[in-house]
């Protein structure tokens, strides 16, 4: 299949107010989609993608990089670290297919960011609203770990999706490696981010003159299953991001 060939594999908003944002997001999205900047993550995803999961070999795996997704005119983004090689590497949407997508769109249902309360496949009718979410990293890693340089190689993207949302106030870190994602783009839009505080969850940074920056543990299995991040825990902090952005 040709670059030019390849679509999104989620539905954009067509209403009038927010067209010229989706048509944005769009040409950024394709830019990431047909990205081959990093040879070890794509013949890693290449090769999941043909190896599959037993759960799963049956479905035809998206085994390419994963844009973001929500609200085009969204003031709160949503980082996470990238896509799980049985998740979003299969589905072709970000934080959908397992049980840290859920576990997220529990949390952000719950403060009103997303329509249903999981995130199963790009059909559920899943509609974010005022969150817009993406990752540091576009293809799935092995062992969920990618390179520093893959991480840096990825940074382009999250530049161009965050230059295509023109409402951003806020940003919720997932994680460590997004947190540093989230100051490197601050860093990036002439905020001075030194000193900044150390990650932890639930610290709130706000920097003069930048976006507000919520640091939340991740919502991936080992974190969930140990109780290191419950769901009060991750609720929270989306109420209190609800909160931040002048929400109800």
Known sequence: MSPQQIRSPFRTCSSSDTHERTLALAAV?????TCERCPRLRDY????????????????????????????????????LAP????????GRVFTGDGSGDFLMQAMHHAGFASIS??????DGLLLHGAYI???VRCAPPKNKPLPQEIRACHLHLSAEAAALPNL??????????????????AERG????????????????????????????????NTNTRRLTMPMLQDVFVQARQLIGGN
């Open 169 to 186: 106030t806020a940003i919720v870190a997932l994680g460590r490696i997004a947190f540093d994602a989230a100051c490197r783009l601050l």
């Open 29 to 33: 999205q394709q830019q990431i989609i």
């Open 84 to 91: 799980a090689a049985h998740g979003a590497n299969r589905t």
């Open 134 to 136: 993406a990752a540091a």
């Open 118 to 123: 999981t995130s199963r496949h790009t059909g």
């Open 45 to 80: 995803c290449t090769r999941v993608a043909l190896e599959k999961k037993a759960a799963h070999r049956q479905d035809t795996y998206w085994g390419r990089p994963v844009p973001g997704f929500g609200d085009p005119l969204a003031p709160l983004l949503v980082l996470g």
């Open 191 to 222: 905020v001075v981010t030194r000193p900044r505080p150390p990650f932890g969850h639930g610290v709130v940074w706000r920097p003069a003159g930048g976006l507000m920056l919520i640091a939340s543990y991740h919502p991936s299995r080992q």
